[in-house]
């Protein structure tokens, strides 16, 4: 797992995905409050949950976790998948969505 630290208190998922979206563009899709299930299908998940698709693909996700806390906000992006999934999807997708997080000036001003 990669973890983001922000310094602001109050950062939300729905902004989370609005910066990913732009970033990544039309081939991923984010959608807040998901995971996928055992299946790789799209389940509901606590609101601070944020799950990155490669495209239709079920096999390439990413999840970002939204940690807030009262000076700062953790982003935490750990990947999706089973066994050699997740090791693949750790250097991919998980690692291209820790990148933008990281890189967005959007996240770092005042909301």
Do not use: C
Not at 73 to 95: E, K, M, Q, Y
């Amino acid at each position: 797992m990669r973890t983001v630290t922000i310094l602001r208190p109050d950062i939300t998922s729905d902004e989370v995905v609005d910066v990913l979206s732009r970033a990544l563009g039309p081939d991923y899709h984010v959608v807040a409050s998901s995971r996928t299930n055992w299946a790789a299908r799209v389940v509901p998940a606590d609101a601070e949950t944020v799950l990155v698709r490669a495209g239709s693909n079920r096999v390439w996700r990413a999840y970002v976790s939204v940690v807030r806390q009262a000076d700062r906000t953790r982003l935490r992006v750990s990947p999706g998948g089973l066994a050699i999934d997740r090791l693949i999807n750790s250097f991919g997708i998980a690692r291209k969505v820790t990148r933008v997080l990281r890189q967005s000036a959007e996240l770092r001003m005042p909301g």
